[in-house]
């Protein structure tokens, strides 16, 4: 368990959330229009994607991950030990043939175009013949259309009660609900807390632009449209998204982008390197000497924020994110 969630327990006096009820086998869930059922709590697992990774461990379920795939940052200091007990199936995806030879009782997926339709993994059908349930995150399901755009589109902006209901539910499928009410109410801790030191600042002339990667440092960057994770980080804390797509993370010209001049540019800080600019070190080079990008009045002013990738995602790291953001933004430094 988290040191952090501990203390909160035992200074808030939250020691009523670990009464919650048992989970009642068979277990059937409702997840992104399918129903799951589980005869008991799963006792292999495996994980793609690193925010479904990192919320089992703080649900103090690593003991139970068979396997894990898809990261985009290092797993978080508090959870190394326990990572490193896990076999790494592949650090992006992993083939159908990997998951299923694990003999996972649960198959937890964070995104859709892994575990979908056109799942680049497989389908959620092709392991349903296999009698593996599949749990996709509801934060890339829910209001989402994953057919449109190559992340997908949202059809109505992310609501972060998503994340909550993931904890939850996972916490109920694995019969830890005290474990899920506990991490919840320190997530939302955070979001308070990132909140509250703006409270009174006028941000309504703030903008920003998040960086996410490119495919090739000299054509269009990977960067957060409207309505999505990093949309709702900008949204929370009151400042406005120069992008207007609403493709998860749409390609736009740096022309378009320099053009509307944003105040602060987050860039995404990455241990993966699948595309040149998954290195935040050649983000910034590029930023800084491009003929376009080194006239931003945030490369001039070093208004650069570098955040790890997964704390854009719909994951617990969303809500250090939204701390280090709301820091840099109270105080007008850039952090790193």
């Not at 795939?69 to 030990?81: G, H, M």
């Not at 990572?83 to 159908?96: G, I, Q, Y």
């Not at 509801?138 to 190559?150: F, I, Q, R």
């Not at 003929?291 to 002013?301: C, G, S």
């Amino acid at each position: 368990m988290l040191p952090r969630i501990a203390a909160l327990i035992a200074g808030l006096g939250l020691t009523g959330l670990a009464q919650a009820a048992a989970t009642h086998y068979p277990l059937t869930v409702d997840n992104c229009g399918m129903p799951q059922t589980f005869a008991h709590a799963p006792e292999r697992a495996v994980t793609i994607g690193q925010a479904g990774t990192e919320i089992l461990y703080a649900l103090g379920l690593g003991h139970t991950l068979a396997g894990t795939s898809l990261w985009f940052n290092n797993v978080l200091p508090e959870f190394k030990a326990m990572n490193d007990k896990v076999e790494r199936l592949a650090d992006n995806d992993p083939s159908f043939e990997a998951v299923v030879g694990k003999r996972p009782q649960l198959v937890a997926v964070q995104f859709e175009w892994m575990v979908g339709a056109q799942g680049v993994v497989g389908t959620r059908e092709q392991f349903d013949e296999l009698k593996i349930p599949t749990y996709l995150l509801p934060s890339d399901c829910e209001g989402k259309d994953n057919l449109v755009g190559a992340d997908g589109t949202r059809l109505q902006a992310f609501q972060v009660d998503s994340i909550y209901k993931s904890v939850s539910q996972l916490a109920e499928i694995f019969d830890v609900q005290d474990r899920g009410a506990t991490l919840n109410a320190d997530l939302k801790g955070r979001l308070d807390s990132a909140t509250a030191q703006l409270a009174g600042k006028d941000l309504s002339n703030t903008s920003a632009l998040f960086w996410f990667s490119s495919a090739d440092l000299d054509i269009d960057p990977y960067v957060a449209g409207r309505q999505g994770v990093a949309d709702f980080m900008l949204r929370t804390l009151g400042v406005r998204n120069v992008v207007e797509s609403t493709e998860e993370w749409p390609t736009v010209g740096w022309e378009t982008l320099a053009k509307a001049n944003p105040t602060w540019l987050i860039i995404a800080r990455m241990d993966r390197r699948r595309f040149p600019a998954d290195d935040y070190q050649k983000k910034l080079e590029f930023l800084h000497n491009d003929p376009v990008t080194r006239n931003m009045d945030a490369v001039k002013h070093d208004r650069i924020i570098v955040l790890d990738a997964d704390a854009m995602q719909a994951g617990i790291r969303l809500f250090r994110g939204l701390q280090t953001l709301s820091a840099a933004f109270a105080s007008g430094k850039a952090a790193q």
